[in-house]
């Protein structure tokens, strides 16, 4: 007879247990995790330059664009659900008078929200996306860097995205919240060096 194995059971965290782990010192200022879907997961390997150049254009285009109705933020902490935590390479989102000083923005207070990939990007096109997704984030773009193209994926439902785009360097794109925003998708990728 044969034996049937029982699958493993994964032990999730809450974000205010991620957030009791920090303050207890088990994890470390300096370590790059972050909490997704209820499992810490530490960061890619360190950001090459192209990566970095990315989200400086990034935050540029974004800021000169959009002003001061907006905030951005940079690799810094969105809430999504009390299972996810993640810190996405740009996120725009509402003003906030106290800066966001006694909470993280949550999803609802979310307009876009994009990740730079090199390395990352089946991680942050299927598990991101994901849990984008099932969090009802209605604007998320990858941007990858290598392939020179953005993957833009909408319509949020507890299944993943219903659309996904990919779009071409030479393309332009709108954040759904702001219309009459117009991004080229060259203008937020990192310059070709040596042309």
Not at 37 to 64: C, E, F, W, Y
Request: proline fraction near 7%; glycine fraction near 4%.
């Amino acid at each position: 007879m044969q034996k049937t194995e029982t699958p493993l059971k994964l032990r999730l965290w809450t974000v205010e247990e991620y957030h009791r782990m920090a303050e207890a010192g088990i994890l470390q200022p300096d370590e790059k995790v972050e909490l997704i879907a209820g499992q810490i997961i530490k960061k890619m390997s360190p950001q090459g330059s192209p990566h970095a150049a990315a989200i400086r254009r990034t935050d540029r285009v974004l800021s000169n664009r959009l002003g001061n109705q907006v905030l951005i933020q940079k690799q810094l902490p969105i809430q999504l659900n009390d299972r996810s935590e993640p810190e996405p390479d740009v996120a725009v989102v509402r003003v906030d008078p106290l800066d966001y000083a006694d909470h993280h923005p949550t999803v609802s207070d979310v307009y876009l929200i994009i990740e730079v990939a090199d390395t990352s990007l089946k991680f942050d096109c299927e598990t991101k996306a994901k849990d984008y997704a099932q969090s009802g984030i209605a604007d998320y773009w990858v941007l990858d860097v290598s392939n020179r193209q953005l993957h833009v994926f909408r319509e949020p439902t507890e299944n993943g995205y219903q659309s996904e785009a990919i779009l071409e360097e030479g393309a332009s794109i709108s954040p759904l919240q702001f219309p009459g925003c117009t991004i080229a998708v060259s203008e937020i990728l990192p310059p070709i060096i040596g042309l």
